[in-house]
């Protein structure tokens, strides 16, 4: 499969919400109950992504993309959130990380027929690549603790967990989040 990465536009919305739906349905199937992954409405999530993708404060979204142009995974990213202290129910081990410096990856999914592809690697290294060229030196994520794959996934890429944790509810069910780190220029 050939890949080109770009940035997304609200044209893309429908796209990358197809992509955001059935990777979650894929990724969590063992971690979320099958009624609230069925819920998940992509024409919902459409409009919640047009939306953001139109703001004025909008996070950036990559978009890999396959053969004929297909949407098959994305990633977004932003400054970190402001925030005090590490969010409730979290374990606070190694305090909060500095917007100015720091950026989130708040996302990163791909469609269960590209796992194992390399467009993932791929997509991930152009998004950390994109975070270092706009000035931040350490990126972070959240990513579920009973999520295996996923945490296989960045831990190759270089990503290890710094300790923090939260408890949040998903879906109807109480799920530990890890917060993961990587430094962008070493």
């Given at each position: 499969m050939t890949t080109a990465i770009r940035e997304a536009t609200p044209d893309d919305a429908a796209a990358l919400a197809a992509v955001h739906v059935l990777s979650w349905r894929a990724a969590y199937s063992d971690l979320l109950q099958g009624p609230y992954l069925d819920a998940l409405d992509p024409e919902e999530r459409a409009a919640v992504w047009r939306a953001?993708?139109?703001?004025?404060?909008?996070?950036?979204?990559?978009?890999?993309?396959?053969?004929?142009?297909?949407?098959?995974?994305?990633?977004?990213?932003?400054?970190?959130?402001?925030?005090?202290?590490d969010e409730p129910g979290g374990s606070g081990a190694t305090g909060v990380p500095d917007p100015a410096t720091t950026a989130e990856l708040a996302a990163l999914y791909a469609?269960?027929?590209?796992?194992?592809?390399?467009?993932?690697?791929?997509?991930?290294?152009?998004?950390?690549?994109?975070?270092?060229?706009?000035?931040?030196?350490?990126?972070?994520?959240?990513?579920?603790?009973?999520?295996?794959?996923?945490?296989?996934?960045?831990?190759?890429?270089?990503?290890?967990?710094?300790?923090?944790?939260?408890?949040?509810?998903?879906?109807?069910?109480?799920?530990?989040?890890?917060?993961?780190?990587?430094?962008?220029?070493?």
């Open positions: 953001r993708l139109a703001a004025p404060d909008r996070p950036t979204v990559l978009l890999a993309t396959g053969d004929g142009g297909r949407v098959v995974a994305f990633s977004c990213f932003r400054a970190w959130p402001e925030e005090t202290s469609l269960p027929e590209v796992w194992g592809t390399g467009v993932g690697r791929e997509l991930l290294a152009a998004s950390t690549e994109a975070l270092a060229v706009a000035g931040f030196r350490t990126a972070a994520l959240w990513v579920f603790a009973g999520n295996a794959r996923g945490r296989r996934f960045y831990e190759a890429a270089g990503w290890r967990p710094d300790g923090a944790s939260v408890r949040d509810v998903t879906g109807g069910r109480e799920l530990e989040e890890l917060r993961y780190r990587r430094e962008l220029f070493t």
